[in-house]
């Protein structure tokens, strides 16, 4: 009953910029944790930032430095500027929204994903 729209995703040469974007919609009581992940044919779906709550964010290794990710609650948005792109960020970016249920429980909702193509 959640949908989670992403956007923002295209070509861009090393050293460009992207701004990604989901939003959500549908039966929305909360949500908690809001992530964006990426996957290629050569790697698992992996994570790339996550932010919670409460605005503490993570970053991966790979990304840190170059991009930043943000959340309007007021929209249930969550956003990935992606700086200084490296033709080895090429991939389907995905978001990921959680919804804490209680009693370490909770209910995930992914989007549809948007490639991103860093050229070199």
């Known amino acids: 009953q959640v949908q989670l729209v992403e956007s923002g995703g295209g070509l861009v040469q090393a050293g460009g910029s992207l701004r990604l974007s989901c939003a959500a919609s549908?039966?929305?009581?909360?949500?908690?944790?809001m992530g964006w992940y990426r996957q290629t044919p050569e790697k698992e779906r992996e994570l790339v930032a996550n932010i919670s709550s409460g605005g503490s964010a993570n970053y991966a290794d790979s990304v840190k430095g170059r991009f930043t990710i943000a959340r309007d609650n007021a929209k249930n948005t969550v956003y990935l500027q992606m700086n200084s792109l490296k033709p080895e960020d090429t991939a389907v970016y995905y978001c990921k929204v959680e919804r804490f249920l209680g009693g370490g429980y909770y209910v995930a909702y992914w989007g549809q994903g948007t490639q991103v193509t860093v050229s070199s």
């Open positions: 549908g039966s929305i009581f909360s949500i908690n944790d």
